[in-house]
């Protein structure tokens, strides 16, 4: 069964730093595209950014709104995704999930999110 | 950057009603469209991809339909458990993917 863990949120001041992890168990890790997806409170869904497999050239993409500030990582051999997130906004504030590719553009599996809060 | 735009923002139906959800897309999507429930306090789930097949474990009164722009979720007869909100998502011309602002089903 798939699992997916995130950790790593925080209350973090306007400017500073944070970054996210996502366990993943289950299935074969490096072989699956990853994302990450926001949703701020009582917000819709937002996706921030994805990671191909390094098969596929482990290639990067972002949100316009979080472009040149997070980035997406991996690290096939401890199964875990991240998001590391620089300079961050008020407007950042939110739950994070990190979701499975499915089918090159939709997410399949979902994990429970780790809530990032950004005070000013 | 494709807007997806849900409708209605809420609709109220009774358990055994049928639900119908609406998205539109403001440019083609093909059939490039995927739907999501997500309960309070919970992760969203997977329902429908390319526009009308179902995701694994998916019950058959859940479907879609459509293509282009205009697109469906169907919940033919509604049980208790699926009262949510809905969200579409389209992966046609990406980065970025985008969601739609998402449909309430709540109980009459």
């Known amino acids: 069964e798939v699992s997916l863990v995130e950790s790593g949120g925080d209350l973090v001041k306007a400017g500073g730093s944070l970054r996210l992890s996502c366990a993943a168990s289950g299935f074969t890790f490096s072989n699956v595209w990853m994302n990450w997806v926001r949703q701020a409170p009582g917000k819709g869904l937002e996706w921030v950014g994805r990671i191909k497999t390094k098969f596929d050239g482990g290639t990067t993409d972002y949100a316009a709104p979080v472009k040149g500030r997070f980035t997406v990582s991996r690290d096939d051999s401890e199964k875990t995704l991240y998001l590391t997130m620089n300079s961050l906004k008020t407007e950042d504030t939110g739950l994070y999930y990190c979701a499975t590719d499915f089918a090159r553009g939709y997410f399949g599996d979902w994990g429970r999110g780790t809530l990032v809060t950004v005070s000013s | 950057e494709i807007v997806l735009t849900q409708s209605p923002a809420t609709l109220s139906l009774s358990p055994g009603e049928r639900a119908t959800l609406s998205c539109r897309a403001s440019q083609s999507v093909s059939s490039d469209i995927a739907w999501y429930q997500q309960k309070p306090g919970q992760a969203p789930r997977f329902l429908i991809y390319?526009?009308?097949k179902r995701a694994t474990g998916i019950p058959a009164r859940f479907s879609g339909s459509g293509s282009g722009t205009d697109f469906t979720l169907t919940i033919s007869s509604l049980e208790p458990e699926d009262f949510a909100v809905y969200y579409c998502q389209q992966r046609t011309n990406w980065p970025p993917l985008t969601f739609g602002g998402g449909t309430k089903v709540e109980v009459k």
């Open positions: 390319d526009a009308s």
